[in-house]
């Protein structure tokens, strides 16, 4: 495996393509706003700018790492001759089965198809394509370059093989892997959809301030991140998007709590629109 192409331009996309450039891979980030593009490879690079200042990367790696990525718009050009893509699009089913349709059409035959999905079913994914033996699921965690686990997750139809390139490839990037056969949510995201929506009940209920719930899962449960910080730094809609899929698949202990709702409505989506359950406004 020597090229990858990775859909979708955003949070999780651009840090999939940093350390698939930075472990020695051909990279293709498209997606369809050139905007965003040209965006994300500026954020990329402060990253790796960042490591460079912190001893972790050298600068030469750090610009022979940005060589390697090309940035294309058009999806056909950007798949058509690539060993493996992962599609980093929204969690949202109906567009995930449109991509996949159209990856099946322009990959090559051999071409692994995998989804960075957090909780969608990749078996469902997979029969978008007339290749569901070799259609994955490859879920990285946010910020991806600082965050080691890869959760592998096999479909029903998955080839053995496929999920032998995939853990090579995993390994070769310098993650660490878990198996697992494919249900709502897999391992991560139903824990941790459980303890985040329990934590907006909390305060919704009036029970702390997002600083002390926060404050007390990080010291009592030595959690790395409160339930809010995290929230805030993944996305309140990215969130209750995976809690709504959760919900229909899973039945009522993954009903949205009323108060992520509310902030979603609100426009409150976090980091990255400057206040979600805390105001970055300032920062």
Request: aromatic residues 6%.
């Amino acid at each position: 495996m020597q090229k990858v192409a990775v859909i979708g331009a955003g949070t999780m996309g651009r840090g999939i393509v940093h350390v698939c450039a930075l472990s020695g891979f051909e990279v293709n980030m498209q997606d369809v706003s050139a905007e965003l593009l040209e965006k994300s490879v500026n954020i990329l690079g402060a990253n790796l700018q960042k490591g460079v200042e912190r001893g972790k990367v050298t600068s030469e790696a750090k610009d022979a790492a940005l060589a390697r990525i090309s940035c294309i718009t058009d999806l056909e050009e950007a798949v058509v001759d690539v060993d493996l893509v992962i599609e980093a699009i929204p969690e949202i089913m109906e567009l995930k089965l449109e991509i996949f349709s159209k990856l099946d059409r322009y990959c090559l035959p051999d071409t692994i198809l995998a989804s960075n999905t957090s909780t969608m079913s990749i078996t469902e994914i997979a029969s978008a394509t007339k290749r569901p033996n070799k259609v994955i699921g490859l879920h990285f965690f946010n910020p991806v370059h600082m965050m080691k686990l890869v959760e592998i997750i096999n479909a029903l139809e998955t080839a053995e093989e496929t999920y032998d390139v995939s853990a090579a490839f995993c390994k070769k990037i310098g993650k660490e892997t878990v198996k697992i056969n494919e249900f709502p949510g897999f391992v991560t995201s139903r824990i941790n959809c459980l303890i985040g929506n329990e934590a907006f009940v909390m305060l919704q209920e009036g029970v702390g301030t997002p600083e002390d719930i926060d404050k007390a899962l990080k010291l009592g449960l030595n959690h790395p991140m409160g339930p809010f910080e995290l929230v805030d730094l993944v996305g309140l809609d990215v969130r209750l998007r995976n809690q709504q899929y959760l919900h229909e698949t899973l039945g009522e202990k993954y009903k949205p709590a009323p108060l992520l709702v509310k902030y979603v409505k609100a426009g409150r989506l976090g980091r990255k629109v400057g206040k979600g359950v805390y105001d970055y406004t300032d920062k």
